[in-house]
C-alpha cells in the first residue's frame, strides 16, 4: 500500500492517521506542494490523481483519492478497529462532523485557494489573515456547539471515530496560522485527549520524512 502526500497538508494528516489507527502497514511517498512549482502538477503525479491533490493511496489495483473516500474504503475493506463506530444515528453525526471540517473549511483555507488570493486577487498579509481567521471563526463556531451535543470522551462519544481524524489536522492548521482558540473550550479539551494518542502523534506532520524545520 501507498500513500502519495505531504507532510503538512490536513488531508494527508487524516489518511496518516487512519492508516495508523488500524495499524495498516504502507510506503509514504512525498508530494511537496511548493518545491519546483509544485509536484501535484507533474503529469507523472497527474496520471495517478488528475485533480492534482493529495493524499492519493495505492492498494493494489486501487487507487484512491479524497481522504473521506480513503477512510471509507479503508473502513470497508479492513473494518476493525472501525471508524464509523456505534450506531446509525451515531455514524450520521460522525460524518456530519466530518464534512463541517472537510468539506466546509478546510477547502477554503488549504494552500491552493491561499495562493489564490495572494497572486490573482493581490491579497497581501492582513488580508489573508482575516480570510483565514473568518472561515476558521465561523467553522469552529458551529462545531464547539455540535460538540456539545454528541461529544463525549471524544468528538462523538467515547469511541475515536473519523470526527477526531478530521478535527486534529485542522486544529494543527489553525495553530499554525495564529487562529485563538479561547472560544472554543469543548474543541480544546477533545483535541488535548486526541494529540496524546500513539497513532494521532505518529501521523503529526513534524513526524513525517519530508517535514521540514
Known amino acids: 500500500m501507498e500513500l502519495y502526500g505531504y507532510w503538512r497538508s490536513s488531508a494527508s494528516y487524516r489518511a496518516r492517521i487512519a492508516l495508523n489507527y488500524k495499524q495498516l502497514d504502507y510506503n509514504y511517498i512525498p508530494v511537496h506542494l511548493i518545491k519546483e512549482g509544485g509536484e501535484q502538477h507533474k503529469q507523472s503525479y ?19 483519492h479524497q481522504s473521506l473516500a480513503i477512510m471509507e474504503y479503508l473502513d470497508e475493506k479492513y473494518p476493525e478497529p472501525s471508524l464509523l463506530p456505534g450506531n446509525a444515528q ?49 467553522s469552529f463556531t458551529a462545531f464547539e456547539r455540535n460538540l456539545e451535543e454528541v461529544a463525549g470522551k471524544y468528538c462523538v462519544g467515547d469511541e475515536f471515530s473519523m470526527a477526531d481524524i478530521c478535527l486534529v489536522p485542522q486544529v494543527y492548521s489553525a495553530e499554525r496560522f495564529g487562529i485563538s482558540l479561547d472560544e472554543y473550550p469543548l474543541l480544546r479539551e477533545v483535541y488535548a485527549r486526541l494529540v496524546e494518542l500513539p497513532w494521532v502523534a505518529k501521523a503529526h506532520p513534524s513526524q513525517q520524512p519530508d517535514a521540514e524545520n
Open 46 to 64: 497527474r496520471q495517478l490523481n488528475p485533480n492534482g491533490l493529495v493524499p492519493t493511496l495505492v492498494d493494489g489495483s486501487v487507487i484512491l
Open 90 to 138: 451515531k455514524r450520521g453525526a460522525i460524518r456530519a462532523l466530518s464534512l463541517d471540517i472537510a468539506s466546509e473549511l478546510q477547502p477554503l483555507i488549504n494552500l491552493r485557494v491561499q495562493q489564490y488570493l495572494v497572486r490573482e486577487l493581490g491579497a497581501d498579509d492582513n488580508a489573508k489573515q482575516a480570510w483565514l481567521q473568518h472561515w476558521f471563526r465561523q
